[in-house]
């Protein structure tokens, strides 16, 4: 996305208003950042209407700018801003509102959305019209800044099957890739180049984690084992051996002192990384384990279920502390945010569902999750999830409000995988197909 494409909505009548609106957004053009695009861009011979069609249906934002004229116009509001509309809910676009002349606004579909300019105080009120403009290409701005965030900057292809699982160095500087081709794959994340591949594996690989120090990787798979591996070198160090089915998931703490893993045996085991030990069985289930979080603070495990439970741990007794039901289908995907307090669940029900962890309350559900929720993350400040979803989607949604921020649709088959880096200003998707693909600020 070289840049963000701007699409204006507007009544004739406020021609030349919009012509204002375009001089103050030109410099952010000229700086690459916008591109945008009207009906008078429309050459001699071509159909008008698709013309609209194809540019509304593919622009990342529509300004819909308001007046008595625009409220007055059929197109306008029942074509055209229906349209953005139900590309905004989708989370396909972004609508703003710009309140160009006094007019009653607030009880239409869009009333809900923050208008521009400042205070929603229309254009023709200002004392100074370039001052109006200026205060609206400056909020603008600020949404395209938002957007390009999460460019595709690489398609890493290397893969033959299924990415089930992703992973970043503590410095954000490489990925690891496990896959259902029995390979680890590692690559250099802001080149997008692969440095080598661990062939160690004798079957599917579901699962692997990083150590906190980038000196250790570990990987579980369709096999009972669970293998230790120098990052650096590729070597394989150990394999743990305890598990009698797939190890379905694998968490280390933050200290990298204790591996957490939970396996198609029905059973959660926590293990000494650096000896090979098992130390405690938490766990025997009566239902398969889909997915394990580990608190920062490593004092609480969540696990989630194929008896659509969520099940929270103490990852030291091996106490369960609380079942937590609200899914109707297998939970598949459990993350924890940075400070502990937040429980995320993505479910084959097709919903995201946000918990208080310590008191089990539903805080909020994400509806048009897509379909089958498959993995889930928190970026570093716990503000934005990322989910992908069978449907081929990767989502990014706002915790605090349940919002969806934004729809990324580069895939061509379902995500199975999604990982943000540590600063957060990076995320990754794994595929169907084998691709990985790397999103974030060019």
């Not at 396996?263 to 030990?277: A, F, R, Y």
């Not at 937590?324 to 084959?348: E, F, K, M, N």
Request: aromatic letters at 8%; hydrophobic letters at 40%; a negative charge.
């Amino acid at each position: 996305m070289a840049s963000i494409e701007i699409f204006f909505c507007y009544a004739r009548e406020d021609e030349d208003l919009r012509k204002g609106l375009e001089k103050q957004l030109r410099a952010l053009k000229r700086q690459g950042l916008i591109d945008f695009w009207h009906d008078r861009e429309i050459a001699p011979g071509l159909e008008w209407e698709s013309e609209i069609d194809k540019h509304l249906n593919t622009a990342q934002v529509i300004l819909l700018l308001i007046s008595p004229d625009f409220m007055d116009s059929d197109y306008c509001y029942s074509v055209e801003m229906k349209r953005a509309m139900q590309r905004h809910e989708l989370g396909d676009a972004r609508v703003i509102p710009i309140i160009l002349r006094p007019v009653y606004w607030q009880g239409a579909p869009f009333g809900k959305l923050q208008a521009l300019p400042a205070d929603a105080k229309p254009v023709k009120s200002w004392g100074d019209l370039d001052e109006a403009f200026f205060n609206i290409a400056e909020g603008i701005r600020i949404v395209v800044e938002e957007l390009k965030a999460f460019t595709l900057l690489h398609t890493l292809e290397g893969h033959s099957e299924a990415i089930w699982s992703l992973a970043f160095s503590p410095d954000g500087q490489t990925l690891v890739s496990g896959s259902n081709d029995r390979t680890i794959k590692i690559w250099n994340v802001p080149t997008g180049i692969l440095l080598r591949t661990l062939t160690g594996n004798m079957s599917n690989v579901w699962s692997i984690a990083l150590s906190p120090d980038g000196q250790t990787l570990i990987s579980g798979s369709k096999e009972s084992s669970i293998k230790v591996w120098n990052y650096l070198t590729g070597e394989l160090l150990r394999s743990l051996d305890g598990h009698t089915g797939g190890v379905q998931s694998i968490v280390l703490s933050a200290d990298g002192q204790t591996l957490v893993s939970a396996s198609e045996d029905k059973t959660i085991k926590v293990w000494n990384p650096h000896t090979g030990d098992m130390l405690r069985t938490v766990a025997e289930n009566d239902s398969t384990l889909w997915s394990i979080a580990l608190s920062a603070d490593g004092q609480t495990l969540v696990s989630g279920n194929e008896d659509k439970t969520i099940k929270v741990w103490n990852p030291h007794t091996g106490e369960l502390l609380r079942t937590i039901i609200g899914h109707s289908a297998p939970v598949l995907s459990v993350a924890l945010s940075p400070d502990g307090q937040t429980l995320a669940s993505g479910s084959g029900d097709f919903t995201i569902k946000i918990w208080n962890l310590r008191t089990g309350e539903l805080l909020r559900k994400l509806t048009d999750a897509g379909h089958t929720i498959w993995s889930i993350t928190f970026n570093s400040s716990g503000q934005l999830l990322a989910s992908g979803a069978r449907d081929e989607t990767v989502r990014i949604w706002n915790v605090q409000t349940g919002k969806r921020f934004r729809n990324l649709r580069e895939h061509s088959f379902g995500v199975l995988s999604v990982a943000f880096s540590p600063d957060g200003q990076t995320l990754v998707s794994g595929s169907e197909d084998g691709r990985v693909k790397i999103w974030g600020k060019p």
